[in-house]
């Protein structure tokens, strides 16, 4: 299945209609001004949430955008062909790294880990949409990231980490649900971050985080002030990848 630029476009017209998704950058502009590759991360309370991101993309970076998705929930039959052909996601396994594992698509899973595959999507000059929490939240608050973030930031320093804040997508299709509710949502687009050289895990999450939590109080209602990272435990992309388990 080969979807050609105009129909990616056609089809990322739909998306945002469907989701009734207005883009805006953090100043509240309509333009968007994106590198050329980014580690886009969000917070995440709906299935729509790497569709609405990878569809509010520019045209030309889309084709380099790669969400990371749940391999358990997207791997198999017509998800699967949407999720690899279409979006180019990169498929993790919510159960982790096995020695066992073999790249089964050019979109696979990375045999070396969660976290080393999404580095080696970055290596091969790619962008990332990530979310951090690790797990689908109710969308009115946003949860403690787990360290993948982080990590990726360390292992690419010169790539920007781009915030972007999703409001009301889960009240489109909140968590359980299967049939949409039609609903205004916004996606904010944020100015980049950059690891500082000597910034730990904790108070990068924490940064991370707060650009979040600043943008859904704004955009969507009031959110707890600010939540520390986890221990680093099971890396941000297992946890992440349960984001798409009904």
Request: glycine share 10%.
């Given at each position: 299945?080969?979807?050609g630029?105009?129909?990616r476009r056609?089809?990322?017209k739909l998306?945002?209609?469907?989701?009734?998704?207005?883009?805006?950058?953090?100043?509240?502009?309509?333009g968007l001004?994106?590198?050329?590759?980014?580690i886009?991360y969000a917070n995440h309370?709906s299935?729509?949430?790497?569709l609405?991101?990878?569809a509010?993309?520019?045209?030309?970076?889309q084709q380099?955008?790669?969400p990371?998705a749940?391999?358990d929930?997207?791997?198999s039959?017509?998800?699967k062909?949407?999720?690899e052909?279409?979006?180019?996601?990169y498929?993790?396994?919510r159960?982790g790294s096995s020695s066992?594992?073999q790249?089964?698509?050019d979109?696979g899973?990375s045999?070396?880990?969660?976290?080393e595959?999404m580095?080696e999507v970055?290596a091969?000059g790619d962008?990332?949409?990530?979310?951090p929490?690790?797990?689908r939240?109710?969308?009115?608050?946003?949860?403690?990231?787990?360290?993948?973030?982080?990590?990726l930031?360390r292992?690419?320093?010169?790539?920007?980490?781009?915030?972007v804040?999703?409001?009301?997508?889960?009240?489109?299709l909140?968590?359980?649900?299967?049939?949409?509710v039609?609903?205004?949502?916004t996606?904010?687009?944020?100015?980049?971050l950059?690891?500082?050289?000597?910034?730990d895990?904790?108070?990068?999450l924490?940064r991370a985080?707060?650009?979040?939590v600043?943008?859904l109080?704004k955009?969507?209602?009031?959110?707890?002030?600010d939540?520390?990272?986890?221990?680093?435990?099971?890396s941000?992309?297992p946890?992440?990848?349960?984001?798409?388990?009904?």
């Amino acid at each position: 299945m080969n979807v050609g630029r105009a129909s990616r476009r056609g089809l990322a017209k739909l998306i945002s209609a469907f989701a009734g998704a207005r883009v805006v950058t953090a100043a509240g502009e309509s333009g968007l001004d994106l590198p050329e590759q980014a580690i886009y991360y969000a917070n995440h309370s709906s299935h729509l949430d790497f569709l609405t991101i990878w569809a509010a993309l520019p045209a030309a970076l889309q084709q380099r955008a790669r969400p990371v998705a749940a391999k358990d929930y997207w791997g198999s039959g017509v998800r699967k062909a949407f999720a690899e052909r279409i979006f180019n996601a990169y498929l993790v396994d919510r159960h982790g790294s096995s020695s066992r594992r073999q790249r089964t698509s050019d979109s696979g899973v990375s045999p070396k880990g969660q976290v080393e595959g999404m580095a080696e999507v970055l290596a091969a000059g790619d962008s990332l949409i990530i979310f951090p929490e690790g797990t689908r939240g109710e969308g009115d608050t946003i949860a403690a990231f787990h360290g993948g973030l982080y990590k990726l930031a360390r292992l690419h320093p010169q790539v920007p980490v781009v915030p972007v804040t999703l409001a009301n997508l889960g009240r489109i299709l909140p968590k359980g649900e299967v049939i949409p509710v039609p609903h205004l949502s916004t996606v904010i687009f944020c100015e980049p971050l950059h690891l500082e050289p000597d910034e730990d895990r904790q108070t990068f999450l924490a940064r991370a985080r707060q650009v979040l939590v600043e943008g859904l109080a704004k955009h969507q209602g009031p959110q707890p002030a600010d939540a520390p990272g986890e221990d680093d435990g099971p890396s941000a992309a297992p946890r992440q990848a349960r984001q798409d388990k009904p």
